[in-house]
């Protein structure tokens, strides 16, 4: 078995190593000049450590990850963990024709690590932590466990939050969601603003900040997204923002009325007829490139008129308007000269004599 000096001499088909024809393999724990034998096996292959992938399974992994399955003749049935002594290398699993079962005692400390790893659960869209020990890279056990380092669990997060902006991203009707159009439509209106597009390449790094103590994709989704997008930009660009691609502009009646984004369309707004007299012309944003498109309510809510050119509906359309909607809602407000009236914030009603 082994020589003065301690050392393993291997013979061509030792009856412990689990090769074909065996009666009584030997196993980890036995008579002590045959577990003094197996562990000379192992310390002469270390690096042919292999685990099974679960109790009594004939297939396992190696270190460096290969898989490898036991021959079906193999004696080395109990032993988690075994040495590939002789390995045919072809098919999906490396066969192993002879094999030697190995004491979790035996493996050297110094080769032995213990951390918790914090990994993205793709399923549940979630971050998952285990306290993994291993042999090189060998997995020899892993357990739950709970997050230590929120600066990695940030980065693994946010890797996988950039890789799924559509999922982390708000609404597009929320605050932040409406926000984030308003720039973007305003970046491509006002490009010498340079504004960032809030794309994956823009808030790769930033991104990060926004995932700390957080755990899911849908806790990023709910988190503080408008403050976050409005500390990227520079105060001359939020600024530019708020004054060319406002979120809400002032009627005549002094409503201050929310305009809708949508990229690639002009934004809309939407107001009744009666708030917009005494207004001359479409109102413009983006340093006056873009006309807003009006749609023009009648009592009911409902567009009656869809426009950029309001000069135009009140010389042409809003007479023929008029005389349709005077005579389904008589009692609001419909003066002849819309230019010269009052706008009429609210459904107040018409004097008489109009």
């Known amino acids: 078995m082994t020589n003065s000096r301690g050392q393993c001499n291997l013979t061509p088909q030792p009856p412990s190593l689990g090769g074909k024809g065996e009666q009584k393999p030997l196993s980890p724990g036995g008579r002590g000049s045959d577990s003094a034998l197996l562990g000379c096996i192992f310390a002469a292959y270390p690096d042919r450590l292999a685990r099974r992938r679960e109790p009594g399974s004939t297939k396992a992994v190696t270190v460096g990850g290969r898989g490898v399955r036991l021959a079906p003749t193999s004696g080395v049935s109990e032993p988690e963990l075994f040495v590939c002594v002789d390995v045919d290398a072809g098919g999906a699993d490396s066969f192993v024709r002879l094999a030697s079962g190995v004491d979790r005692e035996w493996l050297p400390p110094e080769r032995i690590s213990t951390r918790i790893e914090v990994t993205f659960d793709e399923k549940a869209e979630r971050l998952a932590a285990r306290k993994v020990t291993r042999f090189d890279d060998l997995v020899l056990e892993e ?3 709970h997050i230590a380092d929120e600066g990695e669990a940030a980065a693994v997060l946010a890797s996988a939050a950039v890789e799924r902006l559509e999922k982390v991203l708000p609404p597009g009707d929320s605050p932040a969601g409406e926000f984030r159009t308003r720039v973007r439509c305003l970046r491509a209106w006002v490009p010498e603003l340079s504004l960032p597009a809030f794309e994956a390449d823009d808030l790769r790094e930033a991104i990060e900040s926004l995932c700390r103590n957080r755990r899911s994709l849908a806790d990023v989704r709910n988190g503080p997204w408008l403050d976050f997008l ?5 105060y001359e660009q939020l600024r530019a923002v708020e004054n060319e691609a406002p979120e809400r502009i002032e009627a005549p009646s ?11 369309r002009p934004p809309v707004l939407a107001a009744r007829i009666q708030e917009m007299f005494g207004l001359t012309e479409t109102p413009r944003i983006a340093r006056g490139r873009v006309k807003v498109l009006l749609h023009l309510l009648a009592p009911n809510a409902r567009p009656q008129q869809v426009t950029d050119d309001l000069a135009s509906f009140w010389k042409n359309g809003y007479p023929l308007v008029r005389k349709e909607l005077r005579a389904r809602y008589p009692k609001h407000s419909w003066p002849e000269d819309p230019l010269t009236a009052d706008a009429i914030r ?8 109009e």
């Not at 002094?254 to 690639?264: Q, V």
């Open 346 to 353: 609210g459904p107040k009603h018409r004097k008489p004599a």
């Open 230 to 234: 409005k500390g990227q930009l520079t």
């Open 143 to 145: 357990v739950n466990a």
């Open 254 to 264: 002094g409503s201050h009325i929310a305009l809708a984004y949508e990229e690639g």
